[in-house]
């Protein structure tokens, strides 16, 4: 009787599950990378939103306290600047940003919730703490989507020293 040498390899089977799995794998990676880009994107739309309110609220708070009062003198409160659009060249991507401005004069103590938030008067009953409270609201909108980004910030000026 002659003794032949035991078989190697793989069965059918162990290949075929092997190659099940590793199917799995490049699907399941391939979707992660197509929802990294997507977020990497979004991210980059905030950043680039969060940007241009950044570069609005400096444009108004420079202003100053004596021409923003001016500006909102005898006006109804909240004083609302005219909505404005500010939009990129088509070589940077066609991006518009639309930009809502709201001026508040927060001098004097708090009072009635303002656009539904606390009032944010930074004044007491008795001192008088003259400033106002600028609020920005960018909304960023490309070319060929339905979801826009909001991005607001705000912040308080008072005259100076």
Do not use: C, H
């Amino acid at each position: 009787m002659k003794l032949t040498a035991p078989e190697r390899g793989f069965t059918l089977l162990e290949s075929l599950t092997a190659g099940a799995i590793f199917f799995l794998v490049v699907v399941a990676v391939s979707l992660l990378t197509i929802q990294g880009s997507n977020n990497a994107a979004k991210g980059m739309r905030y950043a680039q939103a969060s940007r241009v309110a950044t570069q609005e609220m400096e444009k108004f708070s420079m202003r100053g306290w004596n021409d923003l009062g001016l500006l909102i003198d005898g006006g109804v409160q909240p004083f609302v600047v005219p909505p404005y659009t500010i939009t990129e060249q088509p070589d940077g991507g066609g991006r518009r940003y639309d930009v809502v401005v709201s001026i508040i004069d927060t001098s004097g103590p708090p009072g009635a919730p303002v656009n539904g938030f606390p009032s944010p008067n930074i004044g007491t009953p008795t001192v008088w703490v003259p400033s106002y409270l600028i609020q920005v609201q960018v909304t960023s909108l490309i070319p060929n989507s339905t979801t826009p980004v909001v991005v607001s910030q705000a912040t308080y000026v008072s005259p100076s020293s």
